[in-house]
């Protein structure tokens, strides 16, 4: 143990290789024996305005060191002691200590680190050695969205007097941390009930798979050590794998554990199977998230990976990019001979879409294309591609295309990614195919709550002379509120404009607009002309559990906040159409942006004239004429607050997505 942290040295020889001509190699002595396990069952319990942690430490010198230690387990080390990493995306907000398996997370600190209660929290756990220091480590992160129906479902303990091994692991599901109670025998038990629950961990024991069972998301336990497979309970039915009854394992499978989804508490999961009294119910917990994430164009081909950790671990349903030509946040990009563009684009793991309208600067050449084989694309203003991307794969808080053409012109460029997650969201990407009669209807797979449209003025595939593009959505909520903004220039002028439909340029030289109608799963695009246009859309539904509703703000003429109010609901996030001007009103050498706003930051994309624009941080509105920041989101209102702003009123629909 003296000789941890120095370097050996050794040759290795044969008779074929003589230890003279052996090189030396070298080896530093880390003591990875002597590193403490990972801990298991990590948990995490609202208790008032703190946050109480526990979890189970294993001995490594105990023979069945796959099992959470305990009293008679030979400690093996110095003595008893842990550090909590608290953890923010990747950053660490504050370092615990404890000398016992629980720590309590007090509201200062929560204040100081996070603002407020977290929806969700990730920590991490070290067992400490003398020798070396931090052992393996163990990271959980858990959902407070039902803290009142963790707290009812504390009554479990009712299960324990059933005498049910199947129900106590019920329990343990719902992350009250019941298991803990269970003894060695009784989790045998429920191994052996469950056949083979184990298969939810690799090589785990009986206890590490009522383990997974805990907790609502992402257990995390070193790869190769006895017993690490603790497994992710998340969108498993757990308490079906344990022959719970079926309204226990609804409760489980419901992706965030032990009824939080369905609107029960576990206890009233536990009292339906054991026919004992049910506990008082508590309302739905949303598992529907919107979130975003600025992202910057690598500088070469291939795999490209664009990632958030405001998922809080879900894997991605559909994802919409937006990006423009812009390079540097705040700082308008237009250089001869590049072209200054709009992208859009949309994926659900099944189908795809992309539109794109370029303009060169220092020449008249436009150029707008669309089609389904991409989730990115960009051609200069001659037709020739820039960009082209195809969806890979969606995983826990990321997503990943492939780039198979990337122009140096495009290298780094910026743009942001909108992010549709959980078990109650519903998604479809498509194209809404036109007719020639102006008016055309899809059905989808379900009723949509709302559509998200990138369209260029296009009614087939493939790129045409013209720079002409708009960005827009409409609700399905019974008000018909519907937006979009619009660009087009042709010969190297143009104009643009925000308009109170859905599509449609309304500009020179052939104005129209789309007006967007619902009725069940059909989607219904109506043109204000006889002519054919496609309609890209990217739809969503969360059955109710996460709401969109739209608004509109006017930027001031000088510098102040802006409130939206009468919303509904309390914003948790929102996405903002930031256009030229008045509604209606055409402004002429214009352009438009996209950008969105959260408690946390915010982003944006555009173009104007010639010059693309973005900010990594807020609202970048019409190449800096105005900059709009996250203020507030309360009970049914949002505020926006601009540090400046000048002469120019313009009108900025937006959708909110909050509960």
Known sequence: MTKLGNDIFYKAASDAFPITSAPTESQTLVGRAEMPFPPLHLNAVIDGSDIDLSWDWRSRLYAGSILPGSDNSPLGEAALEFEIDIMNGSTVKRTLTATTNSKTYLDADITTDFGSMPDDLTFRVYQISALVGRGYVAEKTISFGGAGSVGAASGVGAAAAVGQAGIAAVGAASGVGAATGVSAAASASVGASSGAASASATGASVADATAAASGTSTSAAVAGLPGDGAGDATGSSTAQAVGASAAAATASSAGFGAALAVGASAAASVGSAAGTSTASGASPVPDAVVSFANFQLPSATGNFTISTSTLGGKTPKMVVFCLSNAEVSEVGHGVTPEDAFHMFGAADGTNQWAAAASTESGSNNDRRTYNTTNCMI??????????????VSFAANQVTINIGTLNAELYLK????????????????????????????????FTPEGLLIGQTDRSAEGHVDRCSITFGFALNDGSATQYDVARDLGSGTGEARVNNKAAGLAVAPSPHTCTVSFSGADVTATWSAAIERDIPYAAWSFGGHLTAKAGTITTPTSPGQVTASGLGITPASALFLTGAGAVNTTVAGAGFGVGWLTAAGGGSMGCLSKTGYCSTTRLNISNGADFGEFEAFASGSLTVDFPTADATARLLPFIAFGT
């Open 378 to 391: 960009v051609t200069d203003g001659v037709g020739t591609t820039y960009l082209a991307a195809t969806f």
């Open 414 to 445: 910026r743009g942001f990614a909108m992010f549709f997650a959980g078990a109650d969201c519903q998604v479809e990407v498509g194209v809404i195919q036109g007719e020639t009669d102006g008016a055309a209807t899809k059905t989808l797979g």
